[in-house]
């Protein structure tokens, strides 16, 4: 059964950097959409970038373009994806989730649409 693991979260202050890490181990993961949604209170789960296993393609939402990438490595049975995050602003804070999903990631795909969820890390941006 397919797992995800979060880590990297923390406190930050605007402008600064975090990289989150979502593994996945014993899955080859070879045709999925691994996409990181993030959900802040009182608000809905919104999806912030996607990427496509088999051929590496990318999806952002427009609140993050050109300040956040995401990008996978894979080690034998270990599959990870990193959302790199740049010029941090205090909207950004949120709970970041990481899921998963057969297919690819376009069209962008909705939180029902995952199969899949890590537990969540909490990423704080504030002075």
């Known amino acids: 059964q397919l797992q995800l693991v979060e880590s990297g979260g923390g406190l930050v202050q605007p402008g600064g950097s975090l990289r989150l890490s979502c593994t996945a181990s014993r899955f080859t993961l070879d045709y999925y959409a691994i996409g990181w949604f993030r959900q802040a209170p009182g608000k809905e789960r919104e999806g912030v970038s996607c990427?496509?296993?088999?051929?590496?393609?990318?999806?952002?939402a427009d609140s993050v373009k050109g300040r956040f990438i995401i990008s996978r490595d894979r080690v034998e049975y270990t599959y990870t994806v990193f959302l790199q995050m740049n010029n941090l602003e205090p909207e950004d804070t949120a709970i970041y989730y990481c899921?998963?999903?057969?297919?690819?990631?376009?069209?962008?795909?909705?939180?029902?649409?995952?199969?899949?969820w890590g537990q969540g890390t909490q990423v704080t941006v504030s002075s």
């Open positions: 899921a998963a999903a057969y297919g690819v990631c376009e069209p962008p795909r909705q939180a029902a649409a995952m199969e899949v």
């Open positions: 990427i496509s296993t088999n051929d590496g393609s990318t999806y952002y």
